[in-house]
């Protein structure tokens, strides 16, 4: 768990965001792509490119999910982001870069 914080040059926090390790809040990623794509899905949030890259592969394996953060940005609604890592635990080659999508709350 963690957080990090953005100045603007005045020293004023411009943005927030906390953020934690998906399986310890969210559980296997089998879990977390389910209560993402249902919350996410219900809050209007664009999940297409999120559906598409936690696609479980030819095995049934969902990616490991590496991060899932919320942030308040001065001036703007609150936002969540989930970062997938595209690579089974036991691949050689990544099926991917790691990808992150942010979505509007």
Known sequence: MGFSCAFDAQGRARVF????NARALLGPPERARAALLRVGT???WPMADYEALSRPDAQGRVPE???V?????????LQATATVALSPP???VPRAAI???G???
């Not at 965001?17 to 934690?20: A, C």
């Open 99 to 101: 990808a992150s999508e």
């Open 90 to 92: 036991d691949a050689a």
């Open 42 to 44: 219900e809050a209007g």
């Open 65 to 67: 999910h590496g991060l």
């Open 17 to 20: 965001t906390w953020y934690s």
């Open 103 to 105: 979505c509007h709350a």
């Open 69 to 77: 953060g919320v942030m308040l940005a001065d001036g703007h609604p």
